[in-house]
């Protein structure tokens, strides 16, 4: 077998076997990266079961499915969906109009199936059905048996998405009445995202789990380097899953063989391409165009539909989610956000959704669709469910908010001292810092063994080696590079948001790339890594208009990543790099100490170009002093 389509196929095999754990999960159990105590996960079934609202039982007894309908596009491009419709005992549908929930996949409808995993219903999308719904799974252009070519997010693939919702609208769907939601994480999540921003007939309410908002900070080039861990392995499931023989070839032989010549063009003129520019250092190495089109941000603003988001702690768009949800909220539309320590798939099935104390996946569509799609008055939706309900990592609680940045106060720690790689750790203090130095060493297999694999891979790696201990204690990870930390607190730290790390480096090369965790230090030594952030250093220059600020202290900075903006340090400069360090929620307890660490690489989710490669290979310097005032800063609560 060609070695290529065997690495191709084995990292597919590797996320459906994922998918299909996922789907083992029950709806209310913790993931195991969770770590969540006995007792709150009791404490959220109790409160779950003890609101007022409560899940409606069944209205028929069976679902029936259509296969493989035509949708025709503007263009005239023919998608395909299977249509679910509520069916009587006999398997008979039902002769009537219904409300319709519409899930968009690139990942082959037939192949990874309506249920479990990547398409994000960890019961059966028959829950919605059977109370009265239809559920319509469409491939999105050039996937699955629909024809067109892939272009991933391209401005007509966002216009196929409003087409889609105004084809289920129009009367002539005799199972439609007109009224539609969404449904579906990532892809799917994304998906509905661009539906709303084109407000099509119709469309009342969307449901995405884990899905983006800028793509290129989210996850293409985290930092400015390039991800080699999801993005080849997301392009490699899209394009083996599409290059399948469409299963409508077997009732529409033209248009079957017609999708499969398009989906094999694509491969060549689109993911191919895409992937060697980047790695080569071309256009699509930088943020641009190409990149703003295909990024949720672009359209959020005109999203007016209520919205229920479901985010994670580990997730590929943890940076994300939060800041589609502040959009949102800021406009006054209804929107609620959950945010759970799950990673990718954890956040795709939406097995743990039940941990946060409103219901599990089901029950919460069932919900929101039920108020807005249907039209049903719920008179205590907003007084069960908060803004925010997040987990809070350290103390293992489900917290809640009103908004995920505006109570908090902005927080510093000077790095202090000097720090050697190995173990010769630095100070991280609230006070005055003494003037030190710490080398960064390029340590190749920096990253290897920690969370951030799990993260940046999906969530395959746990999903297979559960019991790693790489999964949860980053100490071996954090030898590679340079720390700092605190002493024991006194009392309890409490943090949400997104954190800044700005550090003034030097390089012999003049690049280099900033690789951050910060993390929680138990008394007896275990490091949990609770988030991270990178930064490539000549890709330092600030958009001050976009970068986010608390107390006048740069709390989410902004960089263009143009090729433009690239500005490498010349020979003996010392300059400040701020590292975006993505957001979380944590609590730091008494006696725990909190801190940072800084690494050359984290292998492996990102790599440096080609041309870049020489500029990491000399590490780099961290300076702390009067003068060189590096610092952490954290969102704190109270």
């Not at 605190?486 to 090369?509: D, E, F, H």
């Not at 910060?518 to 490091?527: E, I, L, R, T």
Request: aromatic residues 8%; hydrophobic residues 40%; proline residues 8%.
């Amino acid at each position: 077998m060609n070695p290529i389509r065997s690495t191709v196929l084995t990292l597919v095999s590797a996320l459906a076997l994922s998918s299909v754990v996922a789907v083992s999960t029950p709806a209310h159990a913790a993931p195991a990266s969770a770590s969540v105590p006995t007792s709150a996960r009791s404490s959220a079934l109790s409160s779950a079961r003890a609101a007022g609202w409560q899940p409606r039982p069944a209205s028929y007894p069976a679902t029936v499915t259509e296969k493989d309908v035509a949708i025709p596009m503007s263009d005239g491009t023919v998608l395909r969906g299977d249509v679910v419709r509520p069916a009587h005992t006999n398997g008979t549908a039902v002769a009537r109009r219904f409300p319709v929930i519409i899930t968009i996949t690139a990942y082959n409808k037939t192949v990874l199936g309506s249920g479990g995993g990547l398409s994000g219903q960890p019961s059966a999308p028959d829950y919605l059905v059977q109370r009265g719904y239809v559920h319509l799974t469409v491939d999105a252009r050039g996937t699955g048996s629909s024809e067109g070519r892939w272009a991933a997010f391209s401005r007509r693939e966002d216009k196929d998405a409003g087409e889609i919702v105004e084809w289920a609208h129009s009367s002539r769907r005799p199972w439609s009445d007109g009224r539609i939601g969404m449904n579906g994480p990532s892809y799917m999540g994304i998906s509905q995202i661009f539906a709303a921003g084109a407000r099509p007939a119709g469309l009342r309410a969307i449901f995405p789990q884990v899905p983006a908002a800028d793509v290129y900070r989210d996850v293409v080039a985290s930092g400015g380097q390039v991800d080699v861990g999801f993005i080849p392995l997301w392009l490699g499931l899209v394009t083996s899953t599409g290059v399948l023989p469409p299963a409508v070839a077997a009732t529409d032989p033209q248009s079957g063989f017609g999708a499969l010549i398009d989906h094999l063009a694509a491969a060549g003129t689109f993911t191919l391409p895409l992937l060697l520019d980047a790695v080569a250092g071309g256009d699509s190495a930088y943020d641009g165009t190409f990149y703003r089109d295909r990024s949720p941000s672009r359209v959020i603003g005109r999203v007016n539909v209520p919205t229920f988001l479901i985010g994670g702690e580990y997730d590929l768009f943890q940076r994300g989610t939060p800041l589609l949800f502040e959009d949102l909220q800021r406009r006054g539309v209804p929107t609620k956000m959950i945010i759970g320590p799950w990673d990718h798939l954890e956040g795709s099935s939406g097995a743990g959704v039940g941990q946060a104390g409103h219901g599990s996946l089901s029950e919460l569509q069932l919900r929101w669709f039920d108020r807005y799609v249907r039209g049903v008055e719920d008179a205590t939706l907003d007084a069960d469910i908060p803004p925010i309900t997040y987990y809070e990592q350290g103390s293992g609680r489900w917290t809640k908010a009103r908004r995920w940045v505006g109570d908090q106060h902005a927080a510093s720690y000077r790095l202090s001292g000097s720090a050697t790689a190995g173990g010769g750790h630095g100070v991280l203090t609230a006070g005055r810092a003494a003037a030190g130095t710490a080398y960064v060493p390029p340590v190749p297999v920096s990253g290897l063994c920690t969370r951030s694999t799990n993260q940046w891979t999906a969530g395959v790696p746990e999903a297979a080696l559960a019991d790693l201990p790489c999964w949860s204690d980053n100490a071996a990870n954090d030898r590679t590079g340079i720390v700092y930390e605190t002493a024991p607190l006194t009392s309890a730290t409490r943090l949400r948001g997104p954190i800044n790390a700005r550090l003034y480096a030097s390089s012999v090369s003049g690049d280099g790339m900033l690789s951050v965790s910060v993390s929680d230090v138990a008394p007896d030594g275990k490091v949990s890594r609770l988030t991270g952030g990178w930064q490539v250093v000549s890709q330092r220059a600030l958009d001050r208009t976009r970068t986010r600020y608390l107390d006048g202290q740069v709390l989410q900075p902004f960089h263009p990543f143009t090729r433009s903006s690239k500005r490498p340090l010349t020979r003996g400069q010392v300059a400040p790099v701020d590292v975006e360090v993505f957001p979380t929620s944590a609590q730091i307890g008494k006696g725990h100490r909190l801190r940072i660490a800084v690494q050359a690489y984290d292998v492996p989710h990102l790599l440096p170009t080609v041309p870049d490669l020489p500029g990491t290979l000399t590490g780099l310097t961290i300076h702390s002093s009067a003068a060189y005032p590096s610092v952490l800063t954290i969102p704190a609560l109270g």
